[in-house]
């Protein structure tokens, strides 16, 4: 096509706005294909982009009037290639265009889309570049931005130079302005040029046609263009260039955007945003977060502090469960149970399973039986109310509170309950019997290792839970404290509870009130001291153990002497037969008075030995004393060693 | 289509140019383009016949940035005004959040406002939304024609605006108007953010 001669650097006036892209283009023309190749002109229309590519050409064309310049638009292009595909020259078109050194192609952006045109112009661009030909491509947008173009596309033209020319500034204005006037001959008087050049148009083509009108009104003579009367003349041409751009063109979006972020900070719910925070953090770790999420589908703003620690509350507890798990199980962690806050009882069975299957809590001795327990009107109570729990336990008493001085066979009937619990569930059951002494000092321990969670489940998963001497907690903070929640833990689920002490609840001293009031929810039975048929019974019981089968006046005597407990009935008739033993007299109730009340017959010899073996009570007390000593023989071939 | 979406912190937001055909909603979106920095826009999507008449509808996302901490998000629409697009301007108005009505000023061009609007109307009842729950604004298009041309806006208003919705007086191809016309909007659909859904998610 031919270029058309209007459009030369003669004419272009270059200001800031223009100059790199100027430069680049004289560069460009003096010396095709070797400055910037291709070189990509971009700019809104009416700047100028088509006049300098035009500009290049002739002034290439004049430096050089052998050189092969071509100038097209996409369009022409497109329509070029249409026609070479429909009349079968596809190949004269690709000839022509691979002989062009110096290629103009305008307005590129209309590549868009036209997939076809595409490749055919990706083909040519590679011809061309090959051989050192020069590329000049001008746009309304730079590379990148053409929407649906080829990527090796949008590489090759951002290749060389991409450039953009600006709108011109005041001064450059008023010179485009002069030389248009120069061109058209027209003269104004002073300033009018300058007055227009003040209103903001948004391109020189705008510019153009407004000093068009001008020359037009000028010309009619109509009416006298001063500088009073300009802006009126161009009427709402010139209003729309002040409102429209220059400085206003981004603030009214700018101002937009500011007000529009009040308006998002007043109607956002800030709750809502906490909540999605958390949830997103702990969605990361791993944690379910549907406890979390249900609050945002409701309207109401909940109390966001409260269930945010409620469920990182349950979070620690899970990560201090899921702990404990895999130190028994390492397969266990990150287990799905250990990830969901709304799981923490699930979990908490299970940790309590596994350790309460690991570590069985200490269960009744099974030297105490029922069957040995005497009862009489000073225990029957309790011992009623420990059958019937046999019976039916966790149901009827429940805790069962036995008090009474010891010795008086507490710990007996206790052991002796928790025996029969397990005989009667056919061992299913899980009895944890223990002394109080023992409970505290395991809790010390579990402190000290750090596995407190791994103690608190091992009482949480018995069945039963029978605690001897329970005064010894009284004053001991930390294992009330512990206490109190096995206990609420059993007690929800119905399961029994015994306690043992020397004193009733309420005068235990320094027992927590929470404790007092729960131990006195049951049953408080005392054991009194033994009536006499129990001493009776008690006697019979003792002596026909060591062996010798009574009168009745040894029984009577024997009976008849005030005794606190079981345990002083014991001591009694320990002392008697020992004494007969060592004497070497039948036990009768004449040897048993004097034995007891003084006027010993015995030699003085044998009575201090049978005094160190039967006046410290400790070795007559067949509850703390371990008399059978198992596997004595082996242990004793063991140290001869 | 949630308005606000607190999980992802996506607020999105769909705006419909919805009027008689030659009111000016592309041109509105036109403006719209021009004044957006470039890295807050997306490509506007056009397709327009010969004759520049809208043929299917505009589209131009709006990258708004964070806002209050929400990735903010426009999406404006328009719909093709003549009579026979009714199938596409319905689909159009699907999820919208928003609806800005674009009227032509020009007395001659009152009948056609009207029966716009009343399709309009059709329209969203057709989606199953209550016209009175749907955030509206209406723009008086091209109030810089000649006096004698067009009405004003209280006479646009008795026609128009029986629901007193905010109206706005432009010149849509200067730019008067246009972001008044979209702030007013903006904030009508914003105020729904409390509610978790907008009408859209239907």
Known sequence: MELDPRFRFENYIVGSANRLAVSAARAVAQAPGAAYNPLFVYSSSGLGKTHLMLAVGHLAKQLQPSLCVEYATVDELVEELNTAVVSGAIEQFKQRYAAVDLLLLDDVQFLAGRRETQSEMLRLFNTLQRSGKQIVLTSDRPPNEIADLDDRLITRFSGGLVVDVGAPDYETRVAILRTKCEERGAQFEAGVLDEMARIDFANVRELQGALNRLIAYQTLGETKVTVRNVRELLGDKADRGDGASGAARGEEFASFLSDLSEVVAQHIDTWRVRVVEAMTYWHQLGYATAMLERTLEGTEEPDVEALLSRYEAAIARLRALEQEATGINPSLAAAEVFKDPERVGEAELIVARMIGGAEAPPGPQSQFTRAEFEVGPSNQLAVHAADSIVAEPGKKYNPLFVHGPPGSGKTHLLNALGNELVAQSGGAMTVACVNARQFVDELIAALHDGTIERWRARYRVVDALILDDVDVCAGKERSQEELFHVFNSLFASGRQIVLASRHAPKTVDRLEDRLRSRFEGGLVVEIQAPDLSLRERLTARYLSQAGIRPDRALLDYIASRPAESAREVAATVERVVQSAQVVGVPLNAVFARKELEGGSAQPAADRAVADARVADPFFLDREKVVWDWPEVPGRAIEDFR | ?202
């Open chain 2, 1 to 202: 289509m949630s308005l606000v979406n607190y999980t992802t912190r996506e607020i999105t937001c769909k705006i419909v140019y919805y009027g008689p055909g030659r009111s000016g909603k592309t041109t509105n979106l036109h403006y719209i383009y021009e004044q957006v920095p470039g890295d807050r826009k997306g490509r506007m999507v056009s397709l327009a016949t010969q004759t520049d008449r809208t043929l299917f509808f505009d589209f131009l996302p709006l990258d708004l940035g964070s806002i209050s901490g929400f990735s903010t998000r426009f999406q404006l629409y328009t719909v093709p005004g003549q009579v026979y697009y009714q199938t596409t301007r319905k689909l159009v108005l699907h999820g919208a959040d928003g609806v800005v009505f674009v009227a032509d000023s020009q007395s001659r061009q009152l009948d056609e406002n009207v029966e716009s609007m009343q399709d309009l109307h059709a329209n969203l009842a057709d989606h199953g939304i209550d016209v009175r729950e749907m955030p509206l604004v209406i723009q008086y298009n091209k109030q810089d024609l000649p006096r004698d041309l067009i009405l004003a806006k209280p006479d646009l208003d008795d026609a128009l605006n029986f629901r007193n919705v905010p109206a706005f007086g432009a010149d849509a191809l200067h730019g008067v108007g246009v972001f008044e016309t979209l702030r007013g909007i903006s904030e009508l659909v914003l105020r729904r953010l409390s509610t978790p859904t907008g009408v859209g998610s239907r």
